[in-house]
T-cell receptor, first 111, second 113 residues
Framework: QKEVEQDPGPLSVPEGAIVSLNCTYS??????FMWYRQYSRKGPELLMY????GNKEDGRFTAQVDKSSKYISLFIRDSQPSDSATYLC???????????FGAGTRLTVKP | DADVTQTPRNRITKTGKRIMLECSQT?????MYWYRQDPGLGLQLIYY???????NKGEISDGYSVSRQAQAKFSLSLESAIPNQTALYFC????????????FGPGTRLLVL
């Protein structure tokens, strides 16, 4: 079993839809949780960063962390074609500095 | 100019050849990382370095070596390339401390024939 599980998709939604992306993990020591966005032929770029449990909102994006369930989510409201990319979850352990990535979910937002 | 640069961007090589991938950063970060990305597997950590004298193995270090020549430079070597090392390779940097954000380079596409 991988430490971080993420459905690779692909996920296709119409413009304006609410998108929900999720990851589960097995290592309870993870404390930092991140979502990266990766456009085709580009390196990943940080989208959202959360420490421990809770919600964080940034514009159309909301990140949620539920440490009790070992489950993190990224919501995209009013999705746009420019949101079409692969979204990778990532998490790290402060003590060891190990970072683990999910496989990435490929999202397409159709006009 | 990009903060994290990687050279070459694309490379084709033959089995058994030695190859070096280079990474440079202008962010002033102490921490640097090398990952490989394969379809369906996400990013896997190969090696990481927290300063010039610090080198650590990641999840999949076998068949790879690294050199941290300076704070700004971190190179990855494949001593004897094999076809299953065909992948997309990313270098990343991070400030460290409580700031865990990693900044990625544009990637190097490597094909081993």
């Amino acid at each position: 079993q991988k430490e971080v599980e993420q459905d690779p998709g692909p996920l296709s939604v119409p413009e304006g839809a609410i998108v929900s992306l999720n990851c589960t993990y097995s290592n309870s020591a993870f404390q930092y949780f991140m979502w990266y966005r990766q456009y085709s032929r580009k390196g990943p770029e940080l989208l959202m960063y959360t420490y421990s449990s809770g919600n964080k909102e940034d514009g159309r994006f909301t990140a949620q962390v539920d440490k009790s369930s070992k489950y993190i989510s990224l919501f995209i409201r009013d999705s746009q074609p420019s949101d079409s990319a692969t979204y990778l979850c990532a998490m790290s352990d402060e003590a060891t500095n190990d970072m683990r990535f999910g496989a990435g979910t490929r999202l397409t937002v159709k006009p | 100019d990009a903060d994290v640069t990687q050279t070459p961007r694309n490379r084709i090589t033959k089995t058994g050849k030695r190859i070096m991938l280079e990474c440079s950063q202008t962010k002033g970060h102490d921490r640097m990382y090398w990952y490989r990305q394969d379809p369906g597997l996400g990013l896997q950590l190969i090696y990481y370095s927290f300063d010039v004298k610090d080198i650590n193995k990641g999840e999949i270090s076998d068949g790879y070596s690294v050199s941290r020549q300076a704070q700004a430079k971190f190179s990855l070597s494949l001593e004897s390339a094999i076809p299953n090392q065909t992948a997309l390779y990313f270098c990343a940097t991070a400030q460290g401390g409580q700031e865990e954000t990693q900044y990625f380079g544009p990637g190097t596409r490597l094909l081993v024939l």
